[in-house]
């Protein structure tokens, strides 16, 4: 696996490719990997393509008082997890690359970056769906893999592709969990072992109330019973609620696919996770 942090670098590496006919798929990420990116890396790898992912912790879409500072940053040991799992280059730009002295372009996408971690987090959407364009234009990828566990920013990239025309399929890959259900997330390690344990909760609040909501249970009720759940564990909640599953519109219609959504604090720790609705789960 070749690492490159210039843009020229990467612009000939893909160049190359193009020319003998590879098909080109993207893995954006901050690094701090973990199995879940890994599955992201899996499910790009086909014969005749080649995987490009990235790491760059994206400075903008971080809040003045979120964890840019002490956020997980752990080149080497991220660079050999992508060796060993079949990544073909490592795009790895420093700062000054993606925001050159002057930059002052912010992509913005309306309404699906509204609520839920929009809400919670000012300007967070505004960061990722930023970076997210420079990154399909810097890689020029045909594909681009994205997990699950954060829904609502797969909602805002599917939103700002269709709505700039941008040549690129999105592939959502769904959350891997550790075995007690727990979704994979690079912030799971600042949680200690008795917080680890009882961020379980989440998990099993959002499938109790899934459930509940598939077959046909109040939808208000559901969610009033996973926040107890959720409070009684310890966890201090930004949001459980349901939304459509395209536009995360809130109070989403019966008939149309619909996700139950969480955001909650387990110390200073913020944890997001969702799961779909299923009818008669
Ligand atoms: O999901 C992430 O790791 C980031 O939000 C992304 C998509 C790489 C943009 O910085």
């Not at 612009?11 to 990116?37: C, F, K, N, Q």
């Not at 700062?95 to 970056?113: C, H, I, K, L, R």
């Not at 459930?211 to 949001?239: H, K, N, P, Q, S």
């Amino acid at each position: 696996m070749q690492t490159v942090r210039e843009l020229n670098g990467l612009r000939e590496a893909i160049a190359g490719w193009r020319a003998d006919g590879s098909r080109i798929a993207l893995v954006p990420t901050m690094g701090a990997l973990h199995a879940g990116h890994l599955a992201l890396v899996e499910a790009a790898r086909r014969p005749g393509t080649k995987v490009v992912a990235s790491i760059f912790v994206n400075p903008r879409q971080f809040g003045p008082n979120e964890d840019l500072a002490r956020y997980p940053r752990r080149e080497m040991a991220d660079s050999r997890l992508l060796t060993d799992a079949g990544c073909d280059l490592l795009w790895m730009p420093p700062v000054e690359v993606m925001y050159p002295d002057g930059f002052a372009t912010t992509v913005s996408v309306a309404g699906v970056s509204d609520g839920f971690d929009g809400a919670a987090r000012p300007g967070h959407f505004d960061g990722v769906a930023t970076v997210v364009t420079k990154l399909f234009n810097q890689v020029g990828a045909d594909a681009a893999y994205f997990g699950e566990k954060d829904f609502q920013q797969l909602a805002v990239i599917r939103r700002l592709v269709a709505d700039l025309d941008l040549p690129i399929e999105i592939v959502g890959v769904p959350t891997q969990r550790d075995d007690d259900g727990l979704a994979l997330s690079s912030r799971n390690i600042y949680l200690d072992e008795e917080q680890r344990a009882k961020a379980t909760a989440l998990p099993r609040a959002l499938g109790v109330a899934a459930r509940a909501i598939g077959r046909g249970d109040d939808v208000e009720t559901a969610l009033a019973e996973a926040r107890t759940a959720l409070v009684a564990a310890g966890f201090e909640i930004d949001y459980v609620a349901l939304a459509d599953a395209e536009t995360l519109a809130a109070d989403p219609a019966a008939d149309r696919p619909r996700r139950l959504l969480a955001a909650a604090r387990m110390g200073s720790t913020r944890l997001i996770d969702n799961i779909a609705i299923e009818a008669d789960s």
